[in-house]
């Protein structure tokens, strides 16, 4: 019959209510329970057995089942005020009699399973329920021990469905912690059963029992964190063997009285599989953990959590006996039962957390069973079970990577990182299986900095950091193919290490440099014994792998020459100090030992030589193992795993008894002496190739194995348990004496993972690095290179948006950490790989590049990225500046670039001067600078330039996509802040902004408008950094100086180099008092311009140099520079445009001496003598040029004053300067009284006058005023008496006048220095000289006359000046020096009576009377 529907549900589902709870009332458990019995005798009165019995036969009412329910019926309600006192057992065990019997249906089973469901989620049973755990036993011994009778499928499955519902309702419950290990492990082993039975067996249960056994695992290891303390240490007091995994597999039966599934039917039994793993917690059991029997009844927690971890790890193993080994090719063995295993260690991993660590059984499990597993079915061809085992490694290195450093390098290096690089084959879903799970783990913070000091800094490990990143640079490249996943994903992984290390360091970090490594001292250690004080102190750990690092990158070297040569490698070690000068065994021993690398073959050949060092070496090489508590087949496994065991038999035999004598000192135990290791070792090899080789065709037995091995061990037999237990490990899993071939991805070996295991016991501890910061820079040597290639191989090829931004940020990130450790070499390459993406640099139109660059999001993510650099890195830039250079040179040409880009830190400052206008703004160079035209009023030139703009044409209307194309275009310039480059560069390290100037210099031949706008850049820098010109200011010279004398023609470089060079000197002039000489020498440059390239600037140069006058004349000391100041206003004397403002700049200078200085009184008096005789300007300016020359004249005398009170030399020195400088002075004016102008020259004449007759303050010698007269005013007389004589009249008109004046300036002259001209010996010459003029002036015509008035004004003068001398007594008849005679002589030629009237005759004979006796006496 059919069981009701009520009762044959599948899954209860209970209501989802908020507001009530799910636990009934103790009241009314009673009616529960009366409830329940009776739905289940309502089912068995359906039954066809049960209903006939109940009709017709009496003695059948009262059969046992029925009869059990009947009495707890009587009972229940007397219960109902003291149900917390009453034994759950009493009314749950008609239920569990009806689960375990044999003559109930299985509709009256899946009610009473549902009963008992119900009182377990309704929680009539709870932690406060008296004698629970036994009533929990008792359910689970009753649903785990299950019997019915199948009378249909579908009814069997909703039995089972309810037999999974209630065991992980038992597991679910509050009172669950009451269960003792056995227990839960037997619910664990029923839900496996069934989810095997299920696979014959509709969909639903399936899936019900698969999705049961992972909330059984979860709700089992949740609780480890939690287990309490006296659970978690079970193995105290109780002993615990491991034995090695090489013998795990075999299995016996389980001694528990549970000798098979007691999930059976009696219709039609359900078949069980013999060969499925179950749970075991027999103390006989060969598993990985064998507990004793005191464990078996405790509150479960770590005993079973083990044993169900180690189930778990044989459902692997089982996969692996029948034949479907990982390593195979094909797809058609079943991935079911690897996924959900898989599946459910990793719920179990899951929900464990860092506690599975922290039990010595369940880490062992991991690292031993559990990752063998992961290693082989890793290299599994199915990509879902690698996705998997990947999963779980995840979780694994997240949660236990310290535990598993070795474990976690050989699954990278000889699974992930082979599938990855496609070698053997792999598919392209492995490959991106593997990709992804590189990248996740490079996503992970500090696991970088983990792999690179725990493997690439330990010397017995591989290179994993450097593996990783040139493996993913590998990849990244599409190589004759397009851009896939895979080529993403491994750009990302790069990207994720590179943005790991530049996470921890902060934008503003600097780091000085990087630290020399401390293992650099030239000293031999053993660098087997380096080891670490603490691996948690980074003060303690970051120096160390720094060292082994170091020593590694040495070993490397010897590994190279030894898999060459060995003999020659020890020389190199010995001279890397990394062997000792005098070579020992142990030292050698420890170099093959411990260094990874070495060519195996090499290694056993030079092991079993025969020499003796070699046999020392050997000897000391057996001794670095350790076989304690080794069985001989594992402990050979470990020896020969190191290297190829020789093939010559000497060899093998010195080699087998090293090994044989180490492991014999190591288990003295076993072997009666070290003969009996040595056989057996002997044995153990043969058999290897007797079971192994293809060849042997007559294999050995186990008898034969052990018939051979009699009376081996000291005339004693070995246990034969002993010999049949190495024979079948040998058989089982061969020692590979040379590498595996074939085509596939090669396994690691069985041997391989024994020896990795041993290995694992010896290493160093795993470093927990933090941020890992302190070794950033030795990981970043590794990493920049292949991520910068990279980057630059993608970003060629792509263009989605995503992957263009993933790019740029990872160069961003590059160039962060490459300038926080200096790395210019490493910058200048991601400039050189940047700016080719820019599209700045290709050769098109201006529309053209404009256009694509607005266009090409690549390209303008790339600019602004080359922009990034150059601003925030920019100290660090060298060679790269030429790139960024170039670039900007392209937005240049293009009109992107702001209007004023070039400026300095002043120019803000500076008011808009006309020299504004001078110097130019850098617009778009579509309108090149040109320079200064003049202007056409010509008839012609007027209809050339109508004719011009009548052919003018208007430009076309761009389009709307140029439109958009330009404003993006220019948004990305913006935001690129182009300008800060050049006014922040006063912030830029030296050696950095020489290459900036260095690059503009080299960048500036380009053509014309480029090398305009370097100019003008290279001008802004050199404003900027006044502070520190010295250091540009030779190079900028140099190029400038190149550019001014290679002209031959006005340019705008032209230009731009002399304003530019005008501009440099006025700017730093106030700040820079040692370079005032060197800044003003460069204007030297403007003098040696072409001329006509100087008369077509020559204005706005004036302009110039007045404004530098103007605003620097006081820091202008030194007559070098005021020299090249005055040359350069001289020359504007005679320039139509330029007079003007060179004018005015000299009358800066010299009006009321304002700026006049020793160092420029004579240069400027001549400056200012050349505009007095310039007939450029207006006569006005001529004489305001003389004024200027007379009026500097003041200067001398305050000079004069001002040398009072200093000491005698000084002053004698001052004065004897300042009689120089007025005589050349004097000069000035002489020179210009000859002009033909007569204002200036009458006004000249007047103003020497002045300088001869009004200094009453200046200190003139005689000497002085005798030079005066003979350079000065003889010439004067002279020269216009020669004007007189032999020029036209009209040329200089009223020339009477002039020389009327010239007599007067002789007269005054010679009177105002009479008193110190007459002590001169020259005095006779000089007055003879005065009177020579007079008589020439005399005979001068005027168009053939004489001028009367000279001849009135003569003789006048004459007789003053004689008067003075009389009275003087410069002249006496009584005059010794014939004076007398000489002074009449010629007076009687000009004015005969002039004599009488000034020694009249009384007069001149008392003088001569008196004199007499003078003259007489001797």
């Known amino acids: 019959m059919r069981c009701p529907n009520k009762q044959s549900e599948v899954v209860a589902v209970p209501r989802d209510t908020k507001d009530c709870s799910c636990t009934p009332p103790r009241s009314s458990s009673a009616f529960m329970v009366n409830s329940e019995i009776g739905a289940v005798l309502a089912v068995m009165r359906r039954n066809v057995r049960w209903g006939v019995h109940y009709a017709t036969d009496e003695d059948q009412l009262d059969h046992p089942l029925i009869k059990s329910f009947k009495e707890i019926r009587k009972q229940v309600f007397s219960w109902q005020h003291k149900w917390h006192t009453i034994d759950p057992v009493a009314y749950l065990q008609p239920f569990l009699d009806v689960i375990q019997s044999d003559e109930t249906s299985a509709p009256i089973t899946g009610v009473a399973l549902s009963s008992i469901y119900k009182f377990l989620t309704l929680e009539v049973l709870d932690l406060d329920t008296i004698n629970v755990t036994d009533a929990l036993h008792l359910i689970v011994d009753a649903v785990t021990s299950c019997r019915f009778e199948v009378t249909d499928p579908a009814s069997e499955e909703v039995v089972l469905m309810k037999i999974l519902q209630v065991l992980l309702a038992c597991m679910k419950s509050k009172a669950s912690v009451s269960l003792s290990n056995q227990h839960v492990c037997n619910v664990v082993n029923t839900c496996f059963q069934i989810v095997h039975q299920a696979i014959s067996k509709g969909e639903l249960l399936q899936r019900t029992a698969r999705h049961t056994m992972h909330e059984l695992i979860r709700c089992i290891f949740m609780h480890l964190p939690d287990v309490c303390e006296n659970n978690q240490d079970f193995s105290q007091g109780d002993e615990i063997s491991t034995p090695d995994n090489d013998h795990s597999s075999s299995s016996k039966p389980p001694d528990n009285g549970y000798t098979g599934s007691k999930i059976e039917s009696v219709g039609s039994p359900l078949n069980l599989a013999s060969d499925v793993p179950e749970v075991t917690m027999d103390h006989e059991t060969t598993g990985e953990v064998s507990l004793s029997k005191n464990h078996l009844a405790e509150p479960y927690g770590v005993p079973c959590m083990v044993e169900i971890f180690n189930f778990l790890c044989s459902l692997l193993n089982a996969v692996e006996h029948v034949g479907v080994g990982p390593r195979s090719n094909s797809l058609a063995y079943d991935e079911d039962v690897p996924l959900f295993a898989f599946g459910l260690i990793n719920s179990a991993i899951e929900l464990s957390g860092p506690s599975l660590g922290h039990h010595p059984e369940m880490l062992a499990l991991v690292q031993n069973d559990l990752f063998h597993s992961l290693m082989q079915f890793g290299l599994s061809p199915s990509s879902l079970i690698l996705s998997t085992v990947c999963s779980i490694v995840l979780n694994l290195y997240n949660l236990m990577r310290a535990e598993l450093k070795l474990q976690m390098e050989a699954f990278f290096s000889s699974v ?22 590189l990248v996740d783990l490079c996503r992970q913070p500090g696991f970088i900095h983990e792999v690179y000091a725990n493997y690439d800094c330990d010397i017995s490990c591989s290179n994993l950091f450097e593996d990783l990143a040139n493996l993913l640079s590998k990849s990244a490249f599409p190589v004759n193919s397009p851009l896939s996943a895979i080529h993403v994903l491994a750009l990302e992984g790069l990207i994720a290490m590179v943005s790991g290390m530049a996470e921890t360091m902060g934008e503003g970090d600097q780091v000085t440099g990087l630290e020399p490594d401390a293992s650099n001292a030239n000293y031999y250690e053993s660098f087997w014994n380096v080891k670490c004080e603490s691996y948690e102190n980074p003060d303690c750990w970051v120096p160390y792998i720094h060292k082994t690092k170091h020593i590694k990158q040495k070993l490397m070297i010897g590994v190279d020459h030894f898999n060459r040569d060995p003999k020659k490698a020890f020389q190199i070690l010995q001279g890397l100090s990394l062997l000792p000068e005098t070579l020992d065994p142990l030292s050698v021993a420890c170099f093959l030992r411990y260094t990874s690398g070495l060519d195996k073959n090499l290694v056993g050949e030079y092991l079993g030589n025969h020499d003796q060092f070699c046999v020392d070496v050997l000897q000391e090489y057996a001794k670095t193992f350790d076989f304690q508590e080794m069985n001989l087949d594992i402990a050979l496994r470990v020896f020969l795993e190191t290297f190829r065991l020789p093939g010559e038999s000497q060899k093998i035999q010195r080699v087998v008894e090293a090994f044989a004598e180490r492991y014999y ?30 060849q042997v065709k007559k294999k050995m037995t186990e008898d034969d194995f052990i018939r051979n091995n009699r009376r081996i061990n000291g005339g004693e037999d070995l246990p034969r348990e002993y010999l049949s237990e190495l024979f079948h490990s040998i058989c089982e899993n061969e020692i590979r004496m040379t590498p595996e071939q074939g085509v596939g991805i090669p396994a690691i070996t069985h041997d391989n993972w024994v020896g990795l295991i041993h290995k694992s016991r010896q290493t160093a501890p795993f ?60 910058l200048d390459g991601l400039l050189v790989s940047l700016s080719k993406f820019t599209t700045l640099l290709l050769p098109m139109s201006i529309e053209e590049s404009v256009l694509a660059f607005g266009q090409d999001s690549k390209a303008q993510k790339s600019t602004l990225a080359v922009f990034t650099i150059a601003n925030k890195y920019g ?133 014309e408008n480029g090398a305009v706008f370097c100019l003008e850049l290279l001008i802004t820098i050199t404003l900027n950094n006044r502070d520190r010109i010295m250091l540009l200011w030779q190079s900028v010279y140099e190029y400038i100086a190149n550019i001014v004398q290679s002209a031959v023609m006005p340019s705008t470089l032209v230009e731009k180099a002399v304003f530019g060079l005008i501009r440099i000197c006025r700017r730093l002039l106030p700040y820079k008092e040692d370079l005032t000489d060197d800044l003003l020498k460069s204007l030297q440059l403007i003098l040696k311009l072409d001329a006509r390239v100087a008369d077509a ?9 007045m404004r530098l006058v103007k605003a620097n004349a006081g820091q202008i000391k030194s007559h070098l520079g005021w020299r090249i100041i005055t040359s350069l206003l001289s020359i504007t004397a005679r320039h139509p445009e330029a007079s003007e403002p060179g004018f005015e700049t000299l009358e800066f200078i010299m009006l009321d001496g304002a700026h006049l200085l020793p160092a420029n009184f004579v240069l400027c008096v001549n400056a200012a003598r050349q505009f007095a005789e310039s007939r450029v300007g207006d006569v006005a300016r001529s004489v305001k040029s003389v004024d200027l020359m007379a009026g500097s004249s003041v200067c001398l005398v305050k000079w004069s004053r001002e040398a009072v009170g200093e000491d005698p030399e000084t002053v004698s020195q001052l004065y004897q300067d300042i009689g120089e400088m007025w005589v050349r002075l004097v000069q000035g004016l002489r020179k210009v009284c000859t002009d ?64 009327i004046i010239s ?14 001209v007459s002590r001169s010996a020259s005095f006779s010459k000089i007055w003879v000289g005065v009177l020579s003029c007079m008589e020439h002036y005399t005979k001068v015509k005027f168009r053939g006359k004489r001028s009367e008035k000279i001849h009135e004004l003569v003789p006048e003068i004459l007789k003053n000046t004689l008067f003075v001398m009389k ?31 000034v020694f009249p005759d009384d007069e001149l004979r008392t003088v001569v009377v008196g004199a007499v006796p003078e003259v007489k006496v001797p």
């Open 416 to 437: 992930l990182m082979k599938i990855a690089v496609n070698k053997h084959g792999a598919s392209y879903q492995q490959q991106e299986v593997a990709m992804e799970t």
């Open 665 to 694: 000192e190591q288990s003295p135990n076993i072997f009666a002496n070290k003969d009996a290791a040595l056989l057996l070792s002997y044995s153990l090899i043969m058999l290897n190739t007797d079971q192994h080789n293809s």
């Open 767 to 826: 470093i927990i690095c933090g941020s890992g910061v302190q070794i950033n820079n030795k990981m970043f040597a590794i990493l920049s290179g292949p991520t910068v290639a990279a980057l630059s191989v993608v970003l060629d090829l792509v263009d989605q948006e995503n992957v263009l931004q993933t790019c740029i940020d990872g160069f961003l990130n590059v160039a962060k950490i490459a300038g926080c450790y200096h790395l210019d070499e490493v």
């Open 875 to 1007: 100290d660090y830039i060298r060679s790269g500046w030429r790139n960024i250079l170039d670039c900007i040179l392209s937005l240049h040409k293009l009109g992107l670039l702001p209007a004023r880009l070039a400026r300095d830190a002043a120019d803000d400052l500076e008011s808009n001067s006309e020299s504004d206008s001078v110097r130019s703004s850098l617009v778009s160079p579509a309108k090149p600078a040109l320079p200064p035209a003049r202007k056409s009023f010509g008839l012609m030139g007027r209809f050339s330039e109508f004719l011009y703009y009548d052919t003018e044409k208007p430009a076309p209307q761009p389009s709307e996509e140029q439109v958009e194309a330009q404003k993006r275009a220019t948004e990305t310039v913006k935001d690129c802040h182009i300008d800060s480059v050049f006014t922040e560069s006063k912030f830029l390290q030296s050696e950095s902004l020489l290459n900036l100037s260095r690059a503009l210099i080299l960048a500036s031949h380009e053509d």
């Open 1097 to 1105: 600037y020559c204005e706005h140069i004036t302009r110039e140099i």
């Open 1236 to 1299: 033909s102008r007569e204002e200036i020259r009458n006004h000249t004449v007047l103003m020497l006058q002045q300088c001869l007759t009004g200094l009453d303050g200046v200190h003139l010698s005689d000497e002085t005023w005798v030079q005066c007269f003979e350079s000065v005013i003889f010439p004067l007389l002279n020269g216009l008496l020669e004007i007189v004589v032999e020029k036209s009249a009209k040329e200089y008109r009223n020339m009477e006048g002039t020389l």
């Open 1303 to 1316: 007599l007067k300036l002789l007269s005054k002259s010679f009177l105002h220095s009479l008193p110190r």
């Open 1367 to 1397: 009275s003087t007594g410069v002249l006496s008849p009584n005059g010794a020096d014939g004076l007398w005679e000489q002074t009449w002589l010629r007076v009687k030629n000009l004015a005969p009576s002039v004599q009488s009237e």
